[in-house]
Structure formats: C-alpha cells, structure tokens
C-alpha cells in the first residue's frame, strides 16, 4: 500500500516569507508525527496528533509555527515568517495509533530559506 | 541532558567485521526502545524493536540494560549494504526521542 507522502518535496524560499508543508500519512493511521532535521543532526520533535488533536506542542520552536491535522489524514505544518534558520529537512511520520507503535516516516520536505 | 545521547561515530570497518553500538537513554520511565537506520539524505526507518529480553534478527542483535538506562545493537559479518547511520529511540510519555545517530561505515 502507500506509504507517507510529502510535498513539496523540495522548497526554497526568501526570509520572511510563510512556508505551508503537507503530509498524507498512511490510511487508518491515527497518529501523525512532525519533526525537524537540521543537517547532519538528529531528528527534534516539533508535535503530534491524535486523531485530529493535538495534545502536545511543546516541541514547536516558536509561535511562527503551527500544525493543523483534518478527517483524521491530511496535515499541514505552517511556518510564518521564515529564518534561516528553519532552513532544514521536516519528516512526517505515521503509527496506528498513538503510543510505542512503529512509526513510518515520509521522504521529508527540504526547507531552504535564504 | 539530553534524553538520548550516542557516539557520533563514524564507526570505519571491513566487510565481515563485527561492530557494536551503544546508546545512553536518561529517563528511566522510558518504555520501549527502538533501532532505526537512516540513509544519506533519506527518511529514518525501522530496523528492529528492542525487547527486554534481547532479540535477534539475522545478523542483527539488540539488547536493553534498563538497569544501566543502555540500549545496544550488534551487527555481524558486515556487509557493505549495512553503511548507514543508526539512530537509537527511546518512547515515554507521548514522544519519541530519536538520539543523534551512529554513522557506520563499511569498506570493502
């Protein structure tokens, strides 16, 4: 079946701009993870979803960062306001459901701010 | 502290080779714990889960020390294919914390 996609999969944008990220997790998976990851460093948690709640942001770097998740499938991860250094690969990830289920990460979307 | 910590790496050995990772986890409420492998500029994904009781896949070995808050993973007879950069996860409370990673580098 299909896995996680992401889109796009490449963006380049100017400072100061809004950037909109997509992620469409596996069908009947529940969860839905983000995270971030800068070049040649781990991977950070920004936020995951429950369904379409959110119960955790604590992970969000800033208030120019927001996720949304809708019908329990489609998310999208918004930075307002773009810094350099956002520049970095964000992953989605999905898991059945919540808790210590496998999670399977889409091909990730490659933020570059100039 | 950081709630996952390992040896950056990188970790050069022949084809054949042995080699054993280790990762340090600080929160010992942690639940369950995973290895995942990660290729150049690619998305993580899961080699195996790590149980109590140690587990086995093929040329692969995982074992969790909850006493001394470690989690290992040995791979036997390299095989080139295996170069990669290994990333430990510990699950607690809602999050999974994915450690730096460990690069592995297999040489013919």
């Known amino acids: 079946g299909a896995g996680v996609s992401q889109s796009p999969s490449n963006k380049v944008t100017e400072k100061g701009k809004d950037v909109e990220l997509r992620c469409d997790p596996i069908?009947?998976?529940?969860?839905l993870y983000w995270y971030r990851q800068r070049l040649g460093q781990g991977l950070e948690f920004l936020i995951y979803f429950q369904g379409n709640s959110a119960p955790d942001k604590s992970g969000l770097p800033s208030d120019r960062f927001s996720a949304e998740r809708t019908g329990e499938s489609v998310s999208t991860l918004t930075i307002q306001r773009t810094q350099q250094e956002d520049s970095a690969v964000y992953l989605c990830?999905?898991?059945?459901?919540?808790?210590?289920?496998?999670?399977?990460f889409g091909p990730g979307t490659r933020l570059l701010v100039l | 502290r950081k709630e996952v910590e390992q040896d950056p790496g990188p970790f050069n050995v022949p084809e054949g080779a042995t080699v054993a990772f280790n990762c340090t986890y600080s929160n010992s409420a942690s639940q369950s714990f995973f290895w995942y492998r990660q290729d150049c500029r690619k998305e993580p994904k899961l080699l195996m889960s790590v149980y109590s009781s140690g587990n086995e896949d093929g040329r692969f070995t995982a074992q969790l020390n909850r006493a001394s808050q470690y989690i290992s993973l040995l791979i036997r007879d390299s095989k080139l294919s295996d170069s990669a950069t290994y990333l430990c996860v510990v699950y607690n409370f809602n999050k999974f914390y994915f450690g730096s990673g460990t690069k592995l580098n297999v040489k013919p």
């Open positions: 069908s009947g998976h529940t969860a």
């Open positions: 990830a999905s898991s059945a459901r919540q808790g210590r289920e496998t999670q399977y």
